[in-house]
């Protein structure tokens, strides 16, 4: 064959050749495909902070610790290290570096087996994906895995494929768990040094961990960080400021802050590898060393559950589920602050704003502190004693029952409990109960979390934003739980005075505060709100089992203290009064303005917010709305003229100063009002003996002589619902008595005595 057609046909080869490859590369890129990774389930989850540093991280079901990250997440020093010293030309090759293969050639043939294999970014990539022997064919298939993926993917993808699956020494893979594990940061945090030690780790992650060979660790940082000075990537400067960073890593000390609710969150969203919440890292820590450092004051059982969020957004920034996670003498494991418990008291301030919403009461509107039945429920307060006449701000403050209850009873329980629920506030009901009377008092349960939510209402205007897990989440929007007015002025009596010691107030200027104590003084709980933020409190056994001394103006409210003290003056936001709250004069006992209230029948004045200047009048008297005489004003004939006089509601008259009673009102009129009564059956002070045979309840007979019915009659401060002069008491227990006998036109008279027999328990 002459030499021209030796050169047609090698033209013809080098044409033809190089199709043939390509084409039997796309034929067996379709007969042997890429095993690329898809979706979040090669990841292992993390939770992080607001700032997007790790609060805790969970390894996936093979033990495996792997979270993704983006290119553009990781440090610029790591990137700089990575392809400079790993793949100077990964940009530039096809997967394939032909000087590098070629040198690894030439050391092959020089020490019979493979001392480097030459290998780009691109083909560790492929061998991750798809593991190969160490031989020529094992290199041959990870070539062609190479040219697979630059066919298939950009530099960046394939780069970021690098970045997640690395190896990093043992169940370490991706660089950002390695930055996790080893420096306890992000990868977006990495110092210089950081970035050169991670960059080479991969090479022999089992040899050079620096949690286990720190010496080799510094050796191999050292080649990259030299690598990079020469090729002036790095100045001489910050070179060496990053080999004098000492080489530090314990992988055991992996973060551990908001355990429980990284828990939470992780089984809410299993598919999702990081979790982005707005947890406030320093605010976090502060939380939980106050909680650690006061659950040594407490019994060993007991467990604390502290829950912060942003008033405005709904963003949860603190959560302390428990008081010690580790600890099972505790029950650390028991997230307390999603546990369904009896809130107490703590669910007072609802049922106030919406009265005054209502316009049942104004904010010193008359209420009645006395022994009043309810159908077949009789409150007692927590000290079993009753105050007699107090303004609606002031029991709300004191957190005393029977007011509570009775504007409960006026709301009524299904409008409260849909009301609450509509402001993201659920409460659990007993098995087959309906909303009732007794859920003011703590007769249902609820949560910490839903609790310290809807607290926020009181520095928010009354609107409730839905708490905000992670950042994520869908959006939502405020409810309402109560006017922008009532709001401001219930959190304004909580906030003024809302303890009537000094020292309970002390630190807590600004926050409207209510503890709640649950019934066997298992819970003990306090809330606190202002502008900023709204802080609830839960102190108990998680057991349920009661707890002595567990009251939570003794156990709750000092916590809350030292916590407040420390909270920056970010978080000091004070409520703005909303321009409809006003101040005015108003009269007792009517309630109304002192401008619409004739001036004799202002018995007592107070200044009170009011909304836009509305003043209801004072509730009638629950003891008497069935019965006559429950108004409170009365119209006497008095010597040839009527008179006009008001009355404190009746149920109030034991505990009224005389001037106050009916009988000092009513006594400079004659006629009926003047008639002299008189009560039968026992003296003054008597003492009564029964035996052991006495049948019981004991029949007592009296009389009240000189006048009419109706007739009122309490004993021990306790309306006796029967209006006929003549009564009989039937009494079941010994003790001390004060029987009180009242006309129609405030005459009373009253006598006391003392009942003296053997325990019932013997009869």
Known sequence: MSQFKWQKAIKRGLLISPLLVFILFLLLDRWFPLALPKGQQHFAQVVLDSQGEPLRYFADSRGVWRYPVSLDQVSPYYLEALLNYEDQYFFQHLGVNPLAIGRAAIQWIDHGKLVSGGSTITMQVARILHPHSRTISGKLHQMFRAFQLEWHLSKSEILELYLNFAPFGGPIEGVQAASFAYFNKTVSQLTRAEAALLAILPQAPSLTRPDRFPDKAAASREKVINRLTAMKIWTEKQSAEALL?????????RPMLAPLLARKLISEFPQKPIIKTYIDRNLQIMLELNVADYAEQLSDKTSIAVVVTESSSGKLLGYVGSAEFASESRFGYVDMAQA????????KPFVYAQAL??????????????PIRFADYAPLN????????????????????????????????TVFYSQLAHGFLQLELPLGAEPNLSMILGGVGTR????????????????????????EQTASFARPLMSAEAAWIVGNRLADGGFEDAIYRHNLTGFAVKTG??????????LASNASVSIGIWIGRPDGTPLPNNVARINAVPLLKKMVAQLPAQFLKKPVRPETVIKETICWPLGLSKNLTVPDHCLKQYSAWLIEGATPPTLADPNLVKLPLSRQSLTLQCDNHQSSLTMYPLSLEPYLAKHERRTERVSKCRAKANTPIQLIGLTENAELFVGPKTPWPLQLPMELQGTQSPVFWFLNSELIPHQEPKLTLSLTQPGSYQLIAMDAFGNRAEKSFTLQAPSLATQ
Request: no cysteine; charged share 20%.
């Open 245 to 253: 960073e000492p080489i530090y890593s314990d992988i055991t000390e």
């Open 340 to 347: 369904i418990r009896s809130p107490g008291s703590t669910l």
């Open 357 to 370: 919403d209502a316009g049942l009461i104004h904010e010193r509107s008359l209420m009645i502190d006395a």
């Open 382 to 413: 927590f000290d079993r004693q009753f105050l007699g006449a107090i303004d609606a701000g002031s029991a709300l403050q004191q957190s005393l029952n029977v007011p509570a209850v009775h504007l409960l009873d006026q709301i009524k329980p």
């Open 448 to 471: 910490l979390v839903d609790l310290t939510q809807s607290f926020s209402a009181l520095g928010n205007q009354g609107l409730v934003q839905p708490i905000k897990w992670q950042q």
């Open 517 to 526: 104590t649950s019934y066997g003084l298992r819970d003990a709980w306090v």
